[in-house]
């Protein structure tokens, strides 16, 4: 049995949970609280040295962290994993366009506004996440305006990948009602076999 | 002939002419200036709609961007990507890791403090992102105290993708002395076959 180090309010958990499903494959989920500090003590250290959630333990007991390199263990031999090497290649680079430009803006927007409120410290740098979550939504507006999915035609870990936090937008006040190539996609993410929501 | 839209100051970059290098791939390289908005003009956002280097034409005339993803598709095949699963997994996280806490914050001081001079903007940011490179290098000290290399015993894309920032962190004041085996590692990456230098 797989174990998900795990949080309800995480898009980067969900994205474990989401995959999980699609592939029948059963977890056992352990919450952990990401604010308070849970995820920094000894014990879940070494699980992931690096502190976040999620996390994975395997049958063998290996750990292995980082939702979207999860996403790759799970995926490598299904058709969420494309067989083209140049398509895999697009399926990183949109994964990595979501570690970097989208999860720092999107989720930490959402995650201040929705979760922990704003604070002295958060509030001076929301315009600038806000402006640049924006531009991460702009890039995938004119992908998706001539793509039904990220990469190759059909739904792989990249649609996963840049659901998770994208679906949950609004909850950061992002106003998805200007992207309706993106709104599109939104639905056809969530009427493939296994969907889960992110409250599921 | 492949074609890099590169940048001399940039070890994103530096970690494509890496790899093209140990494989013995020629390569053309266009210098882009990344201070000055060339990347946002419309003819490099026809290579890469995110309007950052590096990027890479291949021989058929496809765009591929995103550092590590380029990383990705050169080492599919070779000794830099592993033959067993999770190994391929954990390269995976090692390079999500160094692309979510390692280069903004590493690399992004290096640039304000070596490239741009500190600015009203950026100074105020400084000490939070001067702190987080130092945890960054603290989970990379804590792994090669035990490992020689990120994954597997062997060098693969997770070391080439660490090295490009890791061995400029001085530039932005970051104090390697404190860590031996990152320094012992970095020792042991620039002797690699094929290995050039970011000045190269």
């Known amino acids: 049995m797989i174990t998900l180090y795990d949080s309800a309010i995480s898009g980067n958990a969900y994205k474990v949970r989401l995959i999980l499903s699609h592939l029948g494959i059963p977890v056992r989920r352990i919450e952990m609280n990401v604010d308070d500090g849970s995820t920094r003590r000894p014990d879940f250290l070494k699980v992931n040295r690096n502190g ?17 390199a999860i996403l790759y263990y799970f995926a490598e031999g299904t058709p969420l994993w494309p067989t083209d090497r140049l398509d895999r290649a ?3 680079q949109w994964m990595f366009f979501e ?8 989720a ?12 002295p410290e958060s ?3 929301l315009p600038a996440k806000i402006a ?8 995938m507006e004119e992908h998706l305006q001539a793509h039904p ?17 994208t679906h949950v937008a609004h909850e950061g006040g992002f106003d998805l009602g200007r992207y309706p190539a ?5 639905k056809r993410v969530a009427t493939q076999p296994g969907h889960i929501r992110i409250t599921d």
Chains 1, 2 share one sequence.
């Open 52 to 68: 976040k959630v999620p996390a994975v333990i395997l049958a063998d007991g290996s750990a292995l962290a980082e939702s979207d």
């Open 90 to 92: 697009r399926v990183l």
């Open 99 to 106: 570690q970097y430009n989208h999860e720092p803006t999107i």
């Open 108 to 119: 930490v927007v959402r995650h201040w506004i929705a979760h922990l409120g704003k604070t």
């Open 123 to 125: 509030e001076p740098a």
């Open 132 to 139: 640049a979550g924006y531009r991460a939504l702009d890039v």
């Open 149 to 165: 999915f990220f990469v190759g035609g059909s739904y792989t870990i990249a649609d996963i990948a840049l659901y998770a936090y």
């Open 182 to 186: 993106i709104s599109a996609w939104l």
